[in-house]
């Protein structure tokens, strides 16, 4: 094993190779895989519905979301990401459904799971459409 790796799990049946970050124990590791939060390397999640906005728009600002802002500096076009604030999250999910890029899950897994159990909102996490969409 590589240091700082995880270790590498091959599937039998496809050959796909799941290269695992050394933040987690073995155990959880594939807890994570078994959740299918490794799937897709970038995801959307895509809310449905609201039923508690306080406890979702604190749920969500857990995942540290981001948006894109474009800025243009002596002829060069830099995409600066910025983190949702709650109150953008809350007009966000003003307008359901709402479309947000997640990106990579294997760091936010813990919450994607308590957001799961949780009657606040209903979403589902789909592979993504392309890249951070700008506000």
């Known amino acids: 094993m590589l ?3 995880g270790g590498t799990l091959v599937e039998k049946h496809t050959g796909r190779c799941i290269d695992f970050a050394s933040a987690f124990s073995t155990d ?3 807890r994570i895989y078994e959740a299918g939060y490794l799937d ?3 995801y959307d999640l895509l809310v449905t519905e609201v039923s508690q906005i306080d406890e979702a728009v604190r749920l969500l600002t857990r995942l540290a979301l981001t948006y894109v802002v474009s ?3 002596s002829g060069t076009t830099w995409r600066i990401p910025k983190v949702y604030t ?3 999250m809350q007009a966000k999910l003003s307008r359901l459904p ?3 890029n997640v990106g990579h899950l294997y760091f936010r897994w813990q919450v994607l799971e308590h957001m799961k159990s949780s009657a606040a909102l209903k ?3 789909v ?3 392309g890249g951070r969409k700008e506000v």
Do not use: K, T, V, W
Request: proline share 8%.
């Open 3 to 5: 240091f700082g790796s």
């Open 28 to 30: 959880i590791n594939l």
């Open 40 to 42: 897709h390397p970038d």
């Open 71 to 73: 800025e243009i500096s």
């Open 86 to 88: 709650q109150h953008q």
């Open 98 to 100: 709402c479309r947000l």
């Open 123 to 125: 979403f589902s996490l």
């Open 127 to 129: 592979p993504a459409e």
